[in-house]
């Protein structure tokens, strides 16, 4: 089903998105998929690199840990994925897979 919009007049179409499809690149197609993504269940994700709200398709398979200590003294580890967007810069990218690649040898 296409879902028209209406601005100052015109008609903009935002396609037919389907869940799990990858994010769009315009305003208004990116709310319309975002609905579609939410009512079929889909719930973002914190990136641990840059902080921003990712649905899952837009995450990579790696994941940042880190670990913390609670208001208690008791030590937690907390592992938050990674978006496609912060694995495809170049430099820090190779960097982060390697320290991944060395702490599953660990």
Known sequence: MKRPWTWNGHILS?????????????????????EVQHKAGLRQKECGKCGRWKYPQELSGEEVSCTGITPRGKKRTITMPVCNACLDDTEESALLRAKIAQEERT
Request: proline letters at 14%; charged letters at 15%; hydrophobic letters at 35%.
């Open 14 to 34: 935002a396609g037919d998105p389907q869940p799990g499809d990858q994010a769009p690149e315009g305003y208004i197609q990116w709310h319309a998929w975002a």
